[in-house]
């Protein structure tokens, strides 16, 4: 479980995350949804320690990350995964190299181990025999699948997802949003999900925070949301014609 | 202001990129890659260059001295300190600067704008001394292998150009670059090479590390990179002549 109280950040006098106050629990596919430039970046970058917040605390269980040295952190690091917008993966290494990356920095397997979790991780996504290929060789939905691959291979507890579905047609980002909540079921791991797209809400929203100008908004599931009276998430939930004629339907 | 900022951000980065590396084996590993990628894939330019170099100036070394009362070894010696001490460890390192310089940062440069290198952060592993440290080591070690190589070649440019352009007999041009060797010449030269190589590789690191943007901030990095290497290559080539030669 991961607690957010009262999180500030900004950037040079522009004020991104404002007194945010969060909880994603275990074993749910938590979501963070909200327009474009809403600070759903920032905040997931304060969590995972890339940026610094301002003021307040992020509790992993009990452990004050915001507030942990360098190497305090290094022990939730190693628990740490994260799928990056765009994948990021290594352009240098190929598939099987990036899965391993992490296995070769922080454990003390075997070569032949390693590959065997690579192997393993990559079945879990559903890819085989692309052991050889490189980055640059795989198609959008592959890139995210090594990616999430590579960010399972260290079996961490906690997984954070930043757009997983952006830039895919909407049936591979559905295939996505499912193996990324499987996974997260599988391994009982404390999973977080930026997103604006509705249609991920709606397929893995154990639980939903609504942020909106960088301060959170709403917290609830994906049955309560349709339900909101909430302003600003109405806007956001129907600012596609397509919601707005489901909502008319029901 | 901008410059003072860049000089305390270049010395907090450097005190990242030497701490102590998490993992031994993968740094060696690393260094052997870099030194692939640096050193030996930049030999054929180094080559080239000096071959022709050492001609040139042998070419114009006869003519400028063209003086019966000119001692026989004059333009095999002029040719061969010319080229230790300058041509080779400082022009090659500014071609080098331009080569490497401008690899090292649009590698790292592009690594940072496609969160490759946040995605090393998240592991835990000090991204600067993983990307950068490798480079910087990797050159310090190679490039002085360059330089040797280029003075060979360069003083085989100038025998070249004695012999088939014959405009200076064989054994004169070999009598001048035998003349008084000192390996001191060769230190001098492979200090100041060895400073070089890490004035690139940290710079060159300095920039495309902090690369903000996308593709075309990319490019400008490494503009920059080339830029700034080759300004302080120049800058401490003056430092460095003045205290190793005066
Ligand atoms: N490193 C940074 N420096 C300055 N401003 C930033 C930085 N990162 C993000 N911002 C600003 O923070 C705001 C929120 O951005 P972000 O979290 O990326 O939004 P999103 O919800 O689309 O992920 C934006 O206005 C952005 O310009
Ligand atoms: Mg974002």
């Known amino acids: 479980m991961i607690s957010v109280k009262n999180l500030y950040k900004s950037f040079e006098g522009n004020s991104v995350l404002k007194n945010v106050s969060v909880t994603f629990e275990k074993g749910k596919t938590n979501l ?219 | 202001m901008n410059l003072f900022y860049h000089f305390g951000s270049y010395f907090v980065l450097m005190a990242k990129v030497f701490k102590r590396p998490e993992k031994a084996s993968i740094y060696m590993r690393q260094i ?44 095999g010696y002029t040719t061969r300190q010319s080229i230790i001490l300058e041509f080779s460890p400082t022009i090659i390192s500014l071609v080098l600067a331009g080569k490497v310089g401008s690899r090292i940062s649009s590698e790292i440069g592009t690594m940072r704008v496609t969160e490759q290198v946040d995605a090393l952060e998240i592991m835990g592993i000090n991204s600067a001394g993983y990307l950068i440290l490798p480079k910087v080591v990797a050159s310090m070690i190679i490039n002085p292998v360059l330089i040797i ?31 008084e060797f000192s390996f001191y010449d060769i230190t001098y030269a492979l200090i100041k090479t060895i400073v070089f190589a890490f004035l690139i590789a940290t710079i060159s690191g300095y920039f495309g590390y902090n690369t903000k943007g996308g593709a075309l901030e990319v490019g400008q990095s490494s503009t920059k990179a080339v830029v700034f290497s080759s300004i302080f290559i120049i800058l401490f080539n003056l430092i460095l002549t003045q205290i190793l030669l005066a």
Not at chain 1, 51 to 65: S, T
Not at chain 1, 139 to 146: D, I, L, P, Q
Request: aromatic residues 8%; charged residues 20%.
């Open chain 1, 32 to 250: 963070v949804i909200g327009q474009s430039g809403s600070g759903k970046t920032v905040l997931m970058k304060c969590l995972v320690g890339l940026v610094e917040a301002d003021k307040g605390q992020i509790l992993y269980d009990d452990l004050d990350f915001a507030n942990l040295s360098f190497s305090e952190r290094k022990v939730i690091r190693k628990n740490l995964g994260m799928l990056f917008q765009g994948g990021a993966l290594f352009d240098s290494l190929n598939v099987e190299e990036n899965i391993i990356f992490p296995l070769d920095m922080f454990t003390n397997m075997t070569k032949d181990e390693k590959i065997e979790r690579a192997n393993f991780c990559l079945k879990r996504v559903n890819l085989e025999n692309v052991n050889k290929l490189f980055p640059a060789e795989l198609s959008g939905g592959m890139k995210k699948r090594v990616a999430i691959a590579r960010a399972i291979a260290n079996n961490p507890e906690y997984l954070f997802c930043d757009e997983p579905n952006s830039g895919l047609d909407p049936k591979t980002a559905i295939v996505i949003d499912n193996l990324i909540s499987e996974i997260t079921k599988e391994y009982n791991m404390t999973t977080i999900i930026n997103t604006h797209d509705m249609n991920s809400v709606m397929e893995i929203g154990d639980k939903v925070a609504f942020i909106h100008l960088g301060e959170l908004w709403w917290e609830g599931d994906r049955n309560a949301i349709l339900e909101t009276d909430n302003k600003e998430l109405n806007n956001f939930i129907y600012a596609s014609e397509l919601m707005r004629k489901l909502k008319k339907e029901s």
């Open chain 2, 149 to 179: 190589i280029s003075m060979l070649l360069g003083i085989l440019g100038g025998w070249f150009a004695a012999v088939f352009g014959g405009i200076l007999p064989e054994a004169h041009y070999i009598i001048g670059i035998l003349l």
């Open chain 2, 32 to 75: 052997i890659v870099e030194m692939d990628n640096l050193g030996l894939k930049s030999i054929g330019i180094v080559a080239i260059i000096s071959v022709f170099m050492g001609a040139v100036v042998t070419i114009q070394t006869v003519f400028n001295i063209d003086n019966p009362f000119m001692p026989v070894y004059a333009v």
